[in-house]
């Protein structure tokens, strides 16, 4: 079974998980912006690229965070950050395919590696710059 990716429902998450408010998100993303568009936003499945860079930039979250980012993910992130239901003492366990601490790093090296995919893009940017300045 594919997982779906809700880029709207990703968008509410890592907001909620920074503390950051509708209000608050929609101010940083400009004057056309309310707190109920981020509403109606948050429960679009998908988000047009050009919107989805601007919220990654005032989020500081990559924008492969918002596309890629499922279901099983988000558990897995909940489930690590509640001792894997210690707090949540529902009665119900929880079985995960993926140990939830090794899926945190996954995405931790993801995103280093995304990083640094950037910074080498941006060091190539420089030498090309260089070399018009040079000429």
């Known amino acids: 079974m594919e997982q779906k990716i809700h880029q709207?429902?990703?968008?509410?998450?890592f907001?909620?998980?920074?503390?950051?408010?509708q209000e608050a998100?929609?101010?940083?993303?400009?004057?056309?912006?309310n707190q109920k568009k981020i509403s109606m936003l948050e429960q679009k499945d998908v988000i047009e690229d050009s919107l989805l860079k601007q919220i990654s930039a005032?989020?500081?979250?990559?924008?492969?965070?918002?596309?890629?980012?499922d279901e099983e993910q988000a558990i897995n992130v909940i489930s690590n950050t509640f001792d894997n239901g210690a707090f949540l003492?529902?009665?119900h366990s929880a079985t995960?395919?993926?140990?939830?601490?090794?899926?945190?790093?996954?995405?931790?090296?993801?995103k280093i590696a995304l990083y640094e995919r950037m910074l080498k893009e941006k060091e190539e940017m420089m030498v090309r710059l260089e070399k018009l300045i040079g000429k």
């Open 8 to 13: 709207g429902k990703n968008v509410k998450r």
């Open 15 to 21: 907001r909620e998980m920074l503390n950051i408010k």
């Open 25 to 33: 998100l929609a101010y940083d993303l400009g004057a056309d912006w």
């Open 58 to 69: 005032v989020l500081k979250i990559p924008v492969e965070a918002f596309q890629n980012f």
């Open 89 to 91: 003492n529902t009665g």
């Open 96 to 110: 995960f395919n993926v140990n939830p601490i090794d899926k945190l790093i996954q995405l931790h090296e993801e």
